[in-house]
């Protein structure tokens, strides 16, 4: 990628994070499934920046929208650890660790792309295992947390039998109805 460092400051980089950070949290406030969606439309994101890594003219593009895909990714990781604390009251301690396993997730990747700078078949190999992996993760999660359930409909019998039982209503009651 082209050298834009010189002309961007760490408060300018900061700025695109917060956007990504604020966008992120409208959308999952609307709805969980939509932020879920951006989330992982964010993880493409990786192989933008490494096709287009050479196109000097587009660089400050690509790091402008990397922050504010960031943003998406850590909101999601916080969103996703409270659901899942969410479905068990002993899994209350879980919910903090969605930022934590992000960042260590982050230097980690971050680490592996300065090991492989230089061999880029070797680092979308990588990448493209991390993706499916975490693509298949996602919607296992996705599938638990976020499907509804959807409950068999009672016949009309069972409908009475609950209805009766509810209202305690007696045998004379039950055969007017």
Wanted: glycine share 8%; charged share 15%.
């Amino acid at each position: 990628m082209a050298d834009i460092s010189s002309g961007i400051s760490l408060e300018f980089s900061r700025a695109f994070y917060a956007i990504g950070l604020i966008l992120a949290g409208i959308v999952g406030d609307r709805s969980r499934k939509y932020g879920a969606v951006s989330c992982l439309a964010a993880l493409f994101f990786p192989f933008a920046m490494i096709a287009l890594s050479s196109e000097v003219g587009i660089s400050v593009v690509l790091w402008i929208l990397g922050y504010c895909l960031f943003g998406f990714l850590s909101v999601f990781r916080v969103v996703l650890f409270s659901d899942i604390a969410r479905t068990n009251s002993n899994l209350l301690y879980v919910a903090g660790f969605g930022l934590m396993f992000g960042r260590v997730g982050d230097a980690v990747g971050n680490l592996t792309g300065i090991m492989l700078n230089g061999q880029t078949v070797l680092l979308v190999a990588i990448s493209a295992v991390c993706f499916v992996a975490t693509f298949i993760i996602f919607f296992l999660l996705y599938n638990k947390l976020y499907m509804p359930v959807t409950q068999p409909q009672q016949t009309k019998e069972e409908r009475l039998n609950t209805f009766i039982q509810k209202h305690e209503i007696s045998s004379r009651e039950t055969e007017v109805l």
